[in-house]
Every structure is written in structure tokens, then in C-alpha cells.
């Protein structure tokens, strides 16, 4: 069954870096079009960032310049790097691909940055 686990969440002060990985299972990230949601206390799930199998990344306006995806096929793992955190970044961060006609998200990772 296809899985995603993210880590790498936490609290970090505004202006500082997270990385957070999403680990993937049962099919090759090299090969899917992957994809960092994040949703905040009381809005919607928002995209932040995907990348195509062909490896083109794109980004939110709001994260643009601050957050890079990457990916790491040996390790079957994409990557969200986060810099110049501000407290409006905070959220879960959700990790997500469609793989034949299917969905799949993972459990989430909580990112607060403090003022």
C-alpha cells in the first residue's frame, strides 16, 4: 500500500529554518508528481509546493524565494526546505501524491513558528 510519512516539524523561531522529508513507500517519488499542502487552525488545506516527475518545481506566491522542494530518489524521499520563517507559516504540513487514480496523503507534521 502506497505510504507517506513526514518528519521534521517543530517549533522554531520566526526568521530561522526547518527541513521537513517526506518518506515514500510502494512506488518511486522519481516517477510521480509530489506535493507539500499545508493547512493552518480554521482555513483551508493549501498547496505550498509540487514538483512533476519530470523534476519542475512550483510554489505559492506566499512561499516563493523562502521554501525549496527537492527530491532524493535513491532515498525515495522529498524534501521542503523552509527558510525564513514567518508565524503565518504555521501549520500542518502535509505531503501528498496521486498515484494511479488514487490520492494518498500522509499524517502530517506540525510546523509553529513563534513572533
Known amino acids: 500500500q502506497v505510504q507517506l510519512v513526514e518528519s521534521g516539524g517543530g517549533l522554531v523561531q520566526a526568521g530561522g529554518s526547518l527541513r521537513l522529508s517526506c518518506a515514500a513507500s510502494?512506488?518511486?517519488?522519481?516517477?510521480?508528481?509530489m506535493a507539500w499542502y499545508r493547512q493552518a487552525p480554521g482555513k483551508q488545506r493549501e498547496l505550498v509546493a509540487s514538483?512533476?516527475?519530470?523534476?519542475?518545481?512550483n510554489y505559492a506566491d506566499s512561499v516563493k524565494g523562502r521554501f525549496t522542494i527537492s527530491r532524493e530518489n535513491a532515498k525515495n524521499t522529498v524534501y521542503l526546505q523552509m527558510n525564513s520563517l514567518k508565524p503565518e507559516d504555521t501549520a500542518v504540513y502535509y505531503c501528498?501524491?496521486?498515484?494511479?487514480?488514487?490520492?494518498?496523503w500522509g499524517q502530517g507534521t506540525q510546523v509553529t513558528v513563534s513572533s
Open positions: 501528498a501524491t496521486r498515484y494511479g487514480t488514487s490520492d494518498y
Open positions: 510502494r512506488f518511486a517519488v522519481g516517477f510521480a508528481d
Open positions: 514538483m512533476t516527475r519530470g523534476g519542475i518545481p
